[in-house]
């Protein structure tokens, strides 16, 4: 599929049609008619490969950045480093010693210069750092991917029937809610029963917040962005209202917050012999479910309908399926997926409901989906990488005092960079052709 | 109002579906409004502290029979919808519930209390600015062929560039060019990826979101908590209009309020002619209609795709200045709160047109006013759970009564010359 230069090569278009011959007058080397032959015949293996979908001269790493993406490894890369320069000098406009030195720049240039990369440097390294060098960086950044696994299944899922689902902020929220008050409400019973009871009820509830916006979709054509985006703000909002009533409310405290899950429905840590490491079940959970989405969306007969339906509509219906179905189906697996989020949150880390518990983690649920391109396992790797990206942010704030929304814009500069193939190859000039443009989602009319 | 021609069967279980929902409403207006009000009279106030030609007399009305005679009247319609039906006013119809349930909602929380209509409808007016400005935008792009999800995310940028630009000039209305910029910028960003690089325009517009959210944000603790003279914009006041504004009632809902207010009354209507009047508007909806066939008769589909689009960002920049030049006077970390998704809503709710959008975005603004004014009046009712009006009328408009939606044939789709 890759060359070792990176972008393929461009391959005929039909098979039986001779490779392109760059012609002696573009002052090429001739070719052969020996060569010729052979590049033919290595064109249409790697024709069959790529319709068999294995790729067998490219490393597992090659496929796994392949699978993130959809595109090629050079525009995932390249998107990434784009994104980072951009948030480079966004990071460098905001330190007050750039700025200063900035105001006799013609002056002493070198001054505007070193401060920059003193600041650059050190909030990067600070980001690299708390991600991945240590085992309890590491950790953090799992507990981090955790949530944002599920939250990217949430979005991924329903972008497959052809559905943007941009409510997994009020999904995760459902979750979390329910799988709290089953957490706290219920004492005395036995771990193995309460910890998987609350996180039913936590996947429960974020479906049925899931299926609302299914069903305004399927029945009046609604659509799905505009009404997930309002239970969203009604989510956030009655969350906020039920917190501060007695039925949540910690009895000894006045402020909005909720008791605490009692221990037998907390999410057992990993590494319980190390008490820092907060790693936990959840992660497990997490994983278990994204084999269970993989298995529905690319191998089940509901998730033939559900590819079908977001491919083309009309022609599904023409052959039997019920788009109205797999659209509810698709919004409710997701909101499921999203509530089991919230659920992993509350009761694998934060043990307590506060307010604005969700914390964006719905809408980075769409970077990750979108990262992933859709597919299950793109969007768990998306959803570690993010993850790494979220944990050493915290560490970068803590470190540098660089705020932690860098992260974010840094997510949001990648995914336009992925968003636009084309972008990429026009800033760094690359001819290769073979990059689709991404059109995952349709407009309103879909 | 429906443009599709309905069976009469479906029209007919439509109809009983809008009588389900009377229903309702009458259940909840005999159920709370009728039995749980604190007190017997609630007094509406007209006229306005800050002095006019003459003093209306206040509205005193009896809060049980009032709500009654509105249940009555919710009862007869309920009673047409089972049986014969309102043919095509059916939708008119259900618009006429839901105000009547929203007068008898009123007369309940204003019981033993006041409550200020003038201060109502103006605050109603003054919070659709920027979500029917954001609405233009919307219509704009839209009617050109390119989704424009960003509208957020444009807000967010204007908004900040406006504070930032009026605090250094001291002046607003430099302020509301950098907030200008600063949409046009998003807009730029969004044209370029979809119209240019073809990128999905649903996920450009929401990568934006995105990306605006989070420059600001991080901007805001980085820069602006540590310079508070960098924050502290001048702002737009509001004008009284001679005359005009002394009339009793109408004159400080209309003529008293700041120049946003009146700007945007004159963008709607200029841009409802220049779309469906005008050469101009002809072509810009040609090439959200059908852009082969406009590209065909010579117009350049992408430059008016391109210009149609940065049109949106002036609109949505302004929109979002309103909020640091005109009603908070500070920014604050996303401090739009998803007004820009509402104007998408209004956008759709309007169908695509200025004055439509504009419609809407009142709608929405009232019910935006509605949780402060009554928070005043200490209703027995949270804040949090009033807060969510806005949102929840959005879903019921959008899902229950509109209907399906005819957006312009190539809006979303990227155009490729051959």
């Known amino acids: 599929m890759s060359d070792e230069q990176g972008p393929r090569e461009p391959t005929p278009e039909e098979p039986g049609h001779p490779p392109d011959v760059p012609s002696p007058g573009d002052g090429a080397v001739a070719v052969s008619e020996e060569e010729l032959a052979q590049a033919e015949i290595e064109a249409a293996k790697e024709r069959e490969e790529e319709a068999a979908g294995v790729t067998l001269d490219a490393t597992f790493s090659q496929r796994l950045v392949a699978a993130l993406t959809g595109t090629s490894v050079v525009v995932t890369v390249l998107a990434f480093v784009s994104a980072l320069v951009i948030g480079a000098f966004i990071i460098a406009l905001s330190e007050d010693a750039v700025r200063e030195s900035l105001g006799y720049f013609f002056a002493r240039p070198t001054d505007a210069v070193q401060a920059s990369l003193e600041a650059v440097g050190s909030a990067y390294l600070a980001l690299l750092q708390g991600s991945l060098v240590g085992i309890p960086q590491l950790s953090e950044t799992l507990v981090s991917a955790t949530p944002l696994i599920l939250t990217g299944l949430a979005v991924a899922v329903p972008l497959r029937a052809g559905l943007f689902n941009i409510g997994a902020e009020g999904q995760f929220v459902a979750g979390g809610m329910v799988a709290g008050l089953i957490g706290f409400a219920l004492t005395g019973l036995p771990m193995l029963v309460h910890l998987p009871l609350a996180l039913l009820a936590g996947i429960i509830a974020g479906g049925i917040y899931g299926w609302i916006p299914g069903v305004l979709k399927a029945r009046t054509g609604a659509h799905e962005v505009i009404s997930t985006i309002m239970l969203n703000n009604i989510g956030l909002l009655v969350s906020g209202y039920l917190i501060s009533t007695t039925l949540f409310r910690r009895p000894d405290r006045a402020d909005p917050i909720s008791r605490s899950v009692e221990e037998s429905a907390r999410f057992p840590r990993l590494v319980w012999w190390e008490p820092s490491l907060r790693v936990n079940a959840s992660l497990l959970v997490a994983l278990a479910l994204a084999v269970a989405i993989f298995w529905l969306v690319e191998r089940s007969t509901r998730g033939f309908e559900l590819n079908a339906v977001g491919m083309n509509p009309r022609a599904a219906t023409a052959a039997g399926m019920s788009p109205g179905n797999t659209v509810i189906l698709a919004m409710t697996t997701g909101g499921a997926m999203a509530g089991a989020a919230g659920a992993a949150v509350i009761l694998g880390l934060q043990y307590r409901l506060t307010i604005g518990f969700s914390a964006g983690l719905g809408f980075d649920g769409i970077t990750v989906a979108l990262l992933g391109r859709g597919r299950i396992g793109g969007t768990v790797a998306a959803g570690i990488l993010i993850g790494a990206l979220k944990a050493g942010g915290r560490n970068m704030q803590a470190q540098t005092g660089t705020s932690l929304e860098l992260a974010l814009v840094i997510q949001a500069l990648i995914i336009v960079f992925i968003a636009a193939p084309g972008l990429v190859r026009a800033i760094f000039r690359i001819k290769a052709d073979d990059l689709q443009t991404a059109q995952v989602s349709k407009g309103w009319g879909g | ?418």
């Not at chain 2, 089972?82 to 259900?94: R, Y």
């Open chain 2, 1 to 418: 109002m429906s443009q599709t021609v309905t069976a009469p069967a479906a029209q007919r279980r439509r109809e009983r579906r809008f009588g389900v929902f009377s229903l309702l409403v009458l259940a909840v207006m005999l159920g709370v409004f009728a039995t749980s009000a604190r007190g017997e009279q609630a007094t509406f106030v007209l006229n306005d502290a800050r002095g006019q030609l003459f003093e209306l007399p206040n509205l005193v009305v009896d809060v049980v029979p009032a709500v009654l005679v509105l249940s009555a009247i919710v009862a007869v319609i309920a009673y047409r919808q089972f049986t014969t039906g309102f043919g095509s006013k059916a939708v008119l119809l259900v618009g006429v519930v839901a105000l009547l349930f929203v007068l008898a909602f009123l007369t309940w929380a204003a019981a033993e209390g006041q409550l200020s209509v003038v201060g109502l409808l103006r605050g109603s007016l003054a919070r659709a600015t920027p979500i029917a400005l954001g609405a233009l935008a919307g219509v704009v792009c839209e009617r050109a062929g390119v989704i424009n999800i960003a509208i957020e995310g444009q807000f967010l940028a204007g908004a900040f560039t406006a504070a930032v630009v009026s605090s250094l000039a001291s002046d607003p209305w430099i302020g509301l060019f950098g907030g200008i910029g600063a949409g046009v910028l998003v807009a730029f960003m969004l044209a370029g990826l979809t119209i240019q690089f073809k990128a999905d325009q649903i996920v450009v517009g929401v990568v934006l979101i995105v990306f605006a959210t989070g420059v600001t944000s991080f901007l805001n603790t980085q820069v602006l908590s540590g310079n508070p003279q960098l924050n502290s914009p001048t702002r737009f006041t509001a004008i009284a209009v001679p005359v005009l504004s002394e009339i009793p009632l109408i004159g400080p809902v209309f003529f008293r309020q700041s120049v946003m207010v009146f700007g945007m009354l004159i963008a709607v209507a200029t841009l409802h002619y220049a779309l469906f009047q005008t050469r101009w508007g002809l072509r810009l909806r040609s090439v959200g209609e059908h852009p082969k066939a406009a590209d065909t008769v010579g117009i350049n589909v992408l430059a008016t795709r391109y210009k149609a689009v940065l049109l949106g960002g002036v609109f949505a920049g302004i929109g979002g200045a309103w909020w640091t030049l005109d009603a908070v006077g500070q920014f604050s970390r996303e401090m739009t709160g998803g007004r820009g998704f509402i104007a998408l809503a209004a956008m759709l709710v309007g169908r695509y047109s200025p004055v439509g959008a504009f419609g809407a975005a009142l709608i929405f603004g009232f019910a935006d006013q509605i949780a402060t004014s009554l928070q005043l009046l200490r209703v027995p009712v949270p804040s949090d759970l009033l807060l969510t009006a806005p949102f929840l009328v959005t879903i019921l408009v959008v899902a229950g009564l509109m209907g399906r939606l005819r957006p312009p044939a190539a809006n979303g789709k990227p155009y490729t010359k051959e």
